[in-house]
């Protein structure tokens, strides 16, 4: 953290700091305990911290990626999440470039595919998050965040770890990329609430608010923050629809720089409630299913320490925390019965050490993971869940830039091994697959970006992953014979920077995952220990890529896109070739983000259209001849930013889904339909 001096003088009640911290969310979740609270100390603030750890650059961001892997990032700043005033994560998710995000009334509601499949790893201040991961982030408030990061280069290996974390019949594929999110993190002394509502066409008004402080303190040798927050959600939803849902959410971090040392906490707790919506089936009833958790709760806790060494040597240390619960209840609304409540939780820890040097035109990342992930309770589809894991990895990595910086290249090997504690969906078969070793992640990534003139520069991304077999494990089919995974992802881009207000680029992207692994419910004893049976498949995507950027002097600035997938099939064990364009993926996306700002306005407008597919598989089987997606959809809003005497305040005023398109991206026990038009008003006002 650096720090810069402030000519304005605030007079700040420590007190209210301290009594957020001591007895958070005391006011929203009604707890029985009492607020705390200290005799007013009045402390004269000086002080403006800017945060480098943002910068994609820096030694000292935890997720800086290789030069190569940042043609394939994507960056949401706090102002971008403000201009586009998302309803949660995955409302924001789904304006990301070549993304799509699916939407169930499920026990797993949220899917998200980039580029037409494969799997993000989601990671929360350092937090590795389980794949629990749909149920926790769709209650983190966005006030919350600073930042989020979608990283895609196939050439970032330092951030976490190539597969997912948690039991081992959760698919072996390796990850396709990082949506990393930053909490907020304090740059000065202040106070801010929010508050809004909001109304959709034929539903209950919902409201949101939301308060946040923060101390900012100390002098150039030493100094530092500690905020709080405490928000509260309420989005009721009429029974015919049963999609409500509430949260109340707390969260604590602090902060120090003293000289080449740094450290920063955070915690988070949450607690609420998530319907799941009834389908709309192809005869127009109603599903009857009463399901819905409650309560839905995630605790997280995640602390870092920095070490710049000298100019050529920086160290991160981090450790993460998080506890997931969640009480199920599947009743139904043809029967007055209830039924017993089904209660899952989840523990994930991990630690992560990495070391960046830089001597010249020369970078090395170097970095060692663990997370341990075990849960147990019935989940999802299945009435029984234990498990235990652990997977361990470490990456290395060069950068070196030649010919004065006209060419960069860069190569690194990461290596992940999941260990199985234990692991069963069987009481019956409690002992699978306990204390082996599954087949280590293999990971070899290359890049190259040549700055061809001064206007345009070429990229180019190749990553080489394997997941072979071994002995004491043995990954075993029922039928025939399995071969060792591998994926290959290849990305190519062209970016021309013809001028600040336009800045084409486009990219060729394939990737192949040959023998894709995906664990059968059935088991088979082999030395006395009970093992999954195993089935496989290949897979093959193709497409392009074009993002247009730019923005012009007079205030408005642009982002649009255009993702066409070539190739998007399957290959069983049989030989069965399966064409998932307009099948079970849409074969064309579209993004648009537009702003601009005059005086003290801005005004935005965003709109994501996506092609028609007809198929959607789920634990029901697989639904056909079922239209999905087919949609455009506009949302626009109007902030005012103002003074309010020595208070800043901001006014949005926001609509969602504008034209009322009632659209479904999957297809399950029927169809669940977006909301439609929104509209809605939100205040901030900062002391």
Known sequence: MKMSKNSNTKTVAISFVAALVLSPLSALAAADTTASSLDPVNV???????HDYLDPQSPSNPYRVETTAQAGTEIFTEKDIQNLAPKDVFDLLEKAVGLDITYQGRKSPFFVNDRGGGSFTYIIDGAILPSTSNRILQKIPMSAIEQIDI????????????????????????????????TKQPKKTSLILTGGAEKAVDQPTANHESIYTSFVFGSSDFNGYIGGMMSGMERPSKETWFDGQNAQAKM???????????????????????????????????????????PITTHIFTTDATVQWDEHHTSILSYFRTN????????????????????????????????????????????FQRANDAGFGPETNSNYRRFDTTVKGYSASVEQKLFEGNVILDGGYRQDTKHITNSSTSAANNSANNDVDMAPAKIYALGAKWYVTPTYNLTGRYYHGSQGTMGDFDVRSQTGTLDPETQKRLETSLEANFSKAFTPMLTWFDIK???????????????????????QSDLHRQGIELLLKGKFDFGTSYKASWTHMVTNESVSSTGVVTDNNALSNPVNLYTLALSHEWDQYRANLSAKKESLWTSSTSAMGTATNVPLGDFTRFDANLIRELKLGSIDARLTFYGRNLTNEQYATRYTTGYYYDRGRTFGAEITMEF
Do not use: C
């Open 513 to 535: 995952i040959d023998n894709y692994k995906t664990a059968t419910t059935n088991t088979y004893v082999q030395n006395g220990e009970t093992l999954y049976y195993y089935t």
């Open 151 to 182: 990283v895609r280069g196939s050439t970032s290996l330092p951030i976490g770890p190539s597969i997912n974390i948690g039991s081992s019949n959760s698919g072996s594929g390796l990850n396709t990329g990082f949506i990393v999110i930053r």
């Open 324 to 367: 997931y619960d969640q009480t199920e209840h599947d009743d139904s609304f043809a029967s007055a019965t209830v039924t017993a409540a089904k209660h899952y939780y989840e523990d994930t820890s991990g630690s992560s050490f990495r070391h960046n040097i830089h001597y010249g035109d020369t970078k090395v990342m170097l970095g």
């Open 252 to 294: 604590v971090n602090a902060g120090i720089n003293a000289g080449r040392f740094s450290a920063k906490a955070m915690i988070y707790d949450d607690s609420g409630r998530f319907e799941m919506q009834r389908g709309v089936k192809i005869d127009g009833s109603l599903d009857t299913s009463k399901w819905y958790y409650d």
């Open 44 to 50: 004269t603030a000086s002080t403006i911290l800017e």
